[in-house]
């Protein structure tokens, strides 16, 4: 007995050095690479598809292994992978990848990563916690959760489907919050984001410039409801490297406001000068997805900013030229341009007759939302609902705005709960704007602002907050903004100073 307990101790000492402490980083770790490299070599020699399903057998371990190991690493491969993970699907996978599952893998190993090597882990989440934004975002996990009761709704696989997404939401915030832990690791991941979001933007301009390709034409044409959406007025609205034009279009327009903003308030010229070439790139893209939500969003969270930084002469003169390109767009006389034609019919929507169907049916519907508070539960609107929920009143009823949707599978409590998230996220924010007195952080906080107001402002038209692709860039920003709440103090600023 005392030797089995010797031997275990001795494999789990062996285990924590080589793995934890030193990360293959030894012998171990090469003579490990060695032999799956001669393995791989000799499977791939006699069976060519087998050892491609071994490769990537082996690298989703390694990538698994990484994230457990190195929390902030999967973050950002979370990150890469919902930036990328729609286009590998398309060009690699014939669209057969089950995206939303490797990304399920990716955050809940991100997760479990934080209790192997977050040394603070039970100090931060306390103070994470702590936190109204936090609070009442747990609150509201909490009450979806209950809506597994609720008597209209009976499916539990439509109610997993939603809570899911929500879950794993609150998990990349709690990550980000926890990874991104101080102000140099912040500003690198900021970096990171921008890289990610002007590839995107330039692989969606050079869909524009160049056209499709074959494989993406095929994918379109693939399916009529697909084409239906993508193909308009005479020719493709875009979509880069995500899913769709809307969500192309959405992650556009918040990432362009954001980098924008930046860049007109950075002191250095050459960062100043890579911002906003960076930020016209993705306001591009943005215009060639044809998605009006993104239109508005980024007139919104311009007015926001400039409204929330008005005492600045910067943005008084930010406010004159935003005024004059706004102008020239919606008045110069070209007709002939289907991306301008789809930009001015976002700020002339009574003439549009989609929008007087859906006000149609927002009135239809309102009996229902004031006479069930709690809802007809999760899964039950639109084709989630035909899906899951077949016998419910409201299935196959198209909600297009997120507001009314929460509205009718949570109830005016699930809408209100969200509100009041929104409206603390935004105070929360701003307090630490008007708090801080170094003007990088000021920065970071007013274009944080207009981000998250311009998301709430894409709420009531779209689903904006809550696709994966806009999940991976939403709520690590919401993760660092509670994160940079505690560099207020005069050591905390030294800091800033100094990186």
């Known amino acids: 007995m005392r030797n089995r307990s010797a031997s275990s101790d001795s494999l789990q000492s062996f285990f924590q050095k080589n793995f934890l402490s030193e990360k293959l980083n030894n012998w171990v770790g090469i003579l490990t690479a060695v032999v799956i490299a001669t393995v791989f070599a000799f499977v791939a020699a006699n069976n060519v598809l087998l050892g491609i399903a071994i490769f990537a057998v082996v690298a989703g371990i390694c990538v698994l292994a990484v994230c457990i190991l190195n929390p902030l690493a999967g973050l950002y491969i979370t990150t890469i992978y919902g930036f990328s993970a729609s286009a590998l699907s398309r060009f ?4 057969q990848m089950p995206v939303g599952a490797v990304a399920d893998i990716l955050i809940f190993a991100t ?5 192997f090597l977050k040394k603070n882990l039970k100090k931060d989440s306390t103070s994470f916690f702590k936190k109204r934004p936090a609070i009442f975002y747990t609150v509201i996990v909490i009450y979806l959760s209950f809506e597994l009761f609720n008597p209209i709704g009976h499916s539990f696989g439509g109610w997993s489907q939603v ?26 991941f900021i970096n990171a984001l921008f890289i990610l979001a002007l590839i995107t933007g330039v692989y969606g301009c050079f869909q524009q410039w160049h056209g499709l390709l074959q494989t993406e034409i095929t994918w379109v044409n693939s399916d009529p409801l697909r084409y239906g959406l993508i193909a308009i007025w005479g020719e493709y609205r875009k979509f880069s490297l995500l899913g769709g034009p809307t969500e192309f279009g959405v992650v556009m327009a918040a990432c362009s406001l954001f980098f924008m903003l930046i860049g007109v308030n950075e002191k250095k010229n050459f960062n100043k000068i890579v911002y906003i070439a960076g930020a016209i790139f993705m306001l591009l893209g943005m215009s060639y997805s044809g998605t009006r939500t993104a239109n508005a969003m980024l007139v919104g969270g311009v007015a926001f900013f400039i409204l929330l930084t008005i005492n600045k002469r910067s943005s008084k003169l930010f406010a004159f030229v935003a005024v004059l390109a706004f102008l020239f767009v919606m008045y110069v006389p070209i007709y002939s341009s289907a991306t301008l034609l789809r930009f001015r019919s976002t700020f002339s929507a009574t003439k549009d007759a989609s929008y007087n169907v859906r006000e149609i049916n927002r009135k239809s519907i309102q009996p229902f939302i004031w006479s069930h508070p709690i809802g007809s539960g ?23 705005s997120s507001y009314l949707n929460k509205a009718l599978e949570s109830g005016t409590v699930g809408l209100l709960l969200t509100l009041l998230l929104y409206f603390f996220i935004l105070e929360y924010v701003m307090r630490g704007y008007f708090a801080t007195t170094n003007k990088e952080l000021k920065t970071l906080f007013g274009a944080s ?49 100094n990186t």
């Open 378 to 400: 999760l899964s039950t609107t639109g084709e989630m609902g035909q899906k899951y929920n077949p016998d419910n009143p409201n299935a196959g009823f198209p909600p297009d």
């Open 449 to 497: 602002a207009a981000f998250f107001f311009s998301f709430f402002l894409g709420e009531m038209t779209q689903e904006a907050v809550g696709v994966f692709s806009n999940m991976v860039i939403y709520f690590p920003i919401f993760g660092i903004v509670l994160r940079l709440r505690e560099y207020s103090g005069e050591s905390s600023l030294q800091q800033l100073s």
């Open 163 to 188: 809570m899911r997404k929500v879950f794993e939401s609150f998990l990349i915030v709690f990550i980000a919050y926890n990874v991104l832990d101080d102000i140099f690791k912040i500003k690198r």
């Open 92 to 95: 690699f996978l014939k669209d």
């Open 111 to 115: 997760f479990f990563g934080l209790f």
